[in-house]
């Protein structure tokens, strides 16, 4: 029993360790996600260590073995704690009757292969959001949620067959809307102005990058967030980003872009909200996420019930005025939209629908947008480390290219 306590004891202290090292390697980041879990099985490893535990051995090393041990805990709870209940709230709550300048959004990753389209939109229609942010969404899902377009006049479609397709369906009125493919030529992300009841105007970021898995290290991941954490800083007015972040609320690159764009995340203080795996209680994480900035308050923040894919469906409602520590609360200078990648909504085409299947940019496009990155980073020392793992990369690519003419 002690060799296998103190095997597995190991192994969770090798991860936290591992954790803790820079580097976009998939393996690394992937330590990142299940935080919660590891803390878990630390605290019943070290009751059984206490439990088997000789101190009238002389070649025992539990004295090392447990302060390892307890050190690991204590870290893993430190980058845990600020997303339990026990925390301070980075967010205050909506006061009432602000309903004009509410804003409710529904986020959901449907599974591309999950066919339970009627839980789906009766989900919808009970939550009655403004603002529907759906994503692995392909032709067939692009054909099941036409039925919702009466109430959603306003949209912006980009269905795909790669788990990476993207709807935003809206009640409010969307100016702006602009389809975006930032790092990668196959993963779509929106940005749009919502026009709230109340005539103010929030700017809304959706995203869903791709997760750290074996041949997917996280380079394009963090340089898309970062990519959007600085159009959030230049924009400098209320501004929402939401989506399948495939990234945890406690990962470095969270922490780097909220200090990037300085967002606010409703988590802290409130409740993880585990949203993924649906289907394995033990292994949850938070990956969907809504961050908003301080020109906000919470209205509510509510995991909904599952819709037969691997995420929970996620409802967040914010209302603008006075909110969180920071942020501002005025409209900020307005971005050119003009951007290599970007496919925007023609003018007077507020209502109008529209799915879009416009050419994407190639690889090489993508290594110019990443260096054109690289090359701002005098303006990003807050972030600087998302940077080098970027650089890291775009080499990578040059010396593949060098082996490799046709590449």
């Avoid at 949620?145 to 009125?173: C, I, T």
């Amino acid at each position: 029993m002690k060799l296998g306590v103190f095997a597995i004891g190991l192994g969770l202290i090798a991860l936290t360790v591992l954790s803790q090292l820079r580097g976009a390697r998939w393996w690394i980041r992937f330590s990142d996600f299940p935080r919660f879990q590891i803390a878990v099985l630390i605290a019943l490893v070290g009751l059984a260590h206490a439990v088997s535990f000789d101190t009238s051995s002389p070649l025992d090393i539990g004295f090392g073995f447990g302060f390892a041990l307890a050190g690991s805990l204590a870290y893993q709870a430190l980058r845990i704690f600020p997303y339990t209940p026990l925390a301070a709230r980075q967010i205050r709550d909506a006061s009432p009757g602000n309903g004009a300048r509410a804003l409710r959004i529904l986020i959901a990753n449907v599974l591309m292969e999950n066919r339970r389209d009627g839980d789906f939109v009766l989900l919808v229609r009970e939550t009655d959001p403004d603002l529907i942010l759906a994503v692995e969404t392909d032709a067939w899902w692009d054909e099941r949620l036409r039925v919702l377009d009466v109430d959603y006049p306003h949209a912006l479609k980009r269905p795909q067959g790669n788990h990476y397709g993207m709807h935003l369906l809206s009640r409010l009125e969307l100016e702006a809307a602009t389809l975006r493919f930032l790092v990668e030529d196959d993963i779509p992300s929106i940005r749009t102005t919502v026009r709230l009841r109340s005539g103010e105007s929030v700017e809304f970021f959706g995203l869903h990058p791709r997760p750290p898995e074996p041949q997917q290290d996280t380079e394009e991941r963090d340089a898309e967030l970062l990519i959007v954490g600085r159009e959030v800083k230049e924009h400098g007015g209320p501004a929402i980003v939401a989506g399948d972040l495939n990234d945890v609320a406690w990962s470095k690159t969270t922490r780097l872009f909220q200090e990037a764009s300085g967002m606010l995340g409703p988590r802290q203080g409130r409740g993880m909200f585990s949203t993924f795996h649906a289907d394995y209680p033990m292994f949850r994480c938070p990956l969907d996420h809504v961050f908003h900035d301080g020109a906000f308050t919470l209205v509510r923040l509510q995991r909904l019930r599952s819709i037969g894919s691997d995420h929970f469906p996620v409802l967040a409602g914010a209302a603008a005025g006075a909110g969180g520590r920071s942020g501002g609360t005025g409209a900020g200078p307005r971005r050119s939209r003009g951007r290599a990648g970007a496919y925007r909504r023609g003018a007077g085409g507020g209502a109008a629908r529209q799915s879009l299947d416009a050419e994407r940019p190639g690889k090489a496009d993508n290594d110019a947008k990443l260096e054109a990155l690289l090359g701002q980073e005098t303006e990003l020392q807050a972030v600087a480390p998302v940077s080098s793992l970027v650089r890291e990369n775009l080499w990578t690519r040059r010396r593949q290219r060098r082996r490799c003419p046709c590449a």
